[in-house]
């Protein structure tokens, strides 16, 4: 079974620019969620999808935003980019339940200059 | 506020030492805990879940223990080898109804073996 993809893997924009960022799950998960890690903060929760609903949202501010396909597949994006959005983006997908393992995908790295 | 809290926040020992890392959480209303081990630019692996109702669970060298009552996991590596070297996050799934597929890490414990 393939696992959770992320594309693309590196990303360079420019403040006030705006980037979108996709996840396909593993085939059969309908949840997905996604995570931001800087070095300061840490690992830190978005939003989650689950069949195409947001069920559940992170503390960030409104221009972080994301959506559910039909297929499960997911994208991120993020308006008027800012130097401190510069981050890894993790996506993570699960099965039915989420009480189950969450499986991450390799990260898209953004770089605002 | 549910917070995770892992130490030590770095350790480095020889190789073929058995080491533990900790993990402490604030609210024993959770669902499981995972493990996870990040290589350096990489994404999280996942290494061992523990479901709420379980005590233990072991994968290989690697074991964890959930004692929810005193807000902690541990994880234990027997034996440990170069390429056990990374960052090992522990990451709690609170329950409640703003926890859908929210995972809330803490801050990594950076494990460096040497030969």
């Known amino acids: 079974k393939a696992g959770v993809t992320q594309t693309p893997r590196y990303l360079i924009k420019t403040r006030g620019q705006q980037v979108t960022l996709s996840c396909s799950p593993i085939?059969?998960?309908?949840?997905v969620s996604w995570y931001q890690q800087t070095p300061g903060q840490g690992l830190q929760f978005l939003f989650e999808?689950?069949?195409?609903?947001?069920?559940n949202k992170g503390n960030f501010p409104g221009r972080f935003s994301g959506r559910q396909f039909s297929n499960s597949r997911s994208e991120m994006n993020v308006s008027t980019l800012e130097l401190g959005d510069s981050a890894l983006y993790l996506c993570?997908?699960?099965?039915?339940?989420?009480?189950?393992?969450?499986?991450f995908g390799p990260g898209t790295r953004l770089l605002v200059l | 506020k549910q917070e995770v809290t892992q130490i030590p926040a770095a350790l480095s020992v020889p190789e073929g030492e058995n080491l533990v890392l900790n993990c402490s959480f604030t609210?024993?209303?959770?669902?499981?805990l995972q493990w996870f081990r990040q290589d350096p630019g990489k994404g999280l692996t996942s290494l061992l879940l523990?479901?709420?109702?379980?005590r233990e669970q072991t994968s290989g060298r690697l074991n964890a223990s959930l004692d929810k009552s005193s807000g902690r996991s541990t994880l234990y590596i027997a034996a440990s080898q170069p390429g056990d070297s990374a960052t090992y996050l522990c990451?709690?799934?609170?329950?409640?109804?703003?926890?859908?597929?929210?995972?809330?890490f803490g801050q990594g414990t950076i494990l460096t073996v040497h030969p």
């Open positions: 999808y689950f069949s195409e609903t947001q069920r």
């Open positions: 085939s059969g998960h309908r949840s």
């Open positions: 609210d024993s209303a959770i669902y499981n």
């Open positions: 990451a709690v799934n609170y329950a409640g109804g703003t926890s859908y597929g929210k995972l809330t």
């Open positions: 993570a997908s699960t099965g039915t339940s989420y009480t189950e393992t969450q499986y």
């Open positions: 523990i479901q709420s109702s379980q």
